[in-house]
């Protein structure tokens, strides 16, 4: 992971990183309670912080943490950490956490490669070893689900599937599998929400394609033409290679790729919308 750039911030203030101690009073910290969100920093702004913040207010309200920014706030805030780190290209990681009194709300900036967008996955197909449940639906600081499912991987990522066979998500990613000129992704039950994945089922006619969601078992996949994977900061993640399994085609996997970055090029600043 790349080192933290210089300003973060912390509860509406940008400070140098070296002034902040470590919280030994927020449990958020000490034992994983709390909330993150990765949003990608492209042309020096902030890609669909609207939905993120949406979604971490979302499951505050779930989790009884309080949330006491609006999106202006955050969106202020975030403008001034860019400019602080003078950075137009960035992963920003935000966490919101207890506290020992009142809530913290910390965000920092790591630095991208160019190529980061031109990168192509490959993947294998993996039971998952730590049973799904409905706190997959938010994500929180406790990532240690994804953590175990990786080990031992010898892919980029590992796309899992339940104890029934019914494709999940990948440890860090919605998934898509593509048949002629459809979509198919599984429902948000026991898996993440994802904003980028929200975002191309909002978007289907701009994109011009249809997005069907459905359960998809394991054993079905030879059906399927391509496959990608969705996240924050890559947005499309084209995967070359299923383990053990040929893909016929990236064609149109390719072509909605390109029509993001297209649109993230042209006017994707604040939001891809």
Known sequence: MNEVLQYIAFNLEIVSKETLS??????????????????LIENGQPVLLDDHVDRMKKSADAFKLEFPY???????????????????RARMNGYLTPGSHKPNLMMMLRSLPDN?????LTVELKQETVP???????????????????LGMKTD?????DSDGFILEASYANVFFAKGETLYTPPVHHILPGVTRQWILDQQKQLQV???????????LETYDEVFLTSSTRLIGIVSEIVGQELRSKTLTKQIKDRVLLKLSENGLAALH
């Open 210 to 220: 249809e997005v069907v969601e459905e359960k998809i078992h394991k054993d079905t």
């Open 22 to 39: 470590f919280p030994f009073e927020d449990p958020g910290y000490l034992l994983g309670t709390g909330l993150f969100e990765t949003v």
């Open 157 to 161: 990522d590992v796309i899992l599937y």
């Open 116 to 120: 980061y967008h031109e990168e192509t």
């Open 70 to 88: 609006t999106l202006r706030d955050v969106g202020k805030m975030v403008s001034n950490l860019i400019l602080q780190n003078n950075v137009k």
């Open 132 to 150: 799904s449940s409905w706190l997959n639906e938010h994500k929180t600081k406790g990532y240690i689900k994804a953590y175990v499912e990786r």
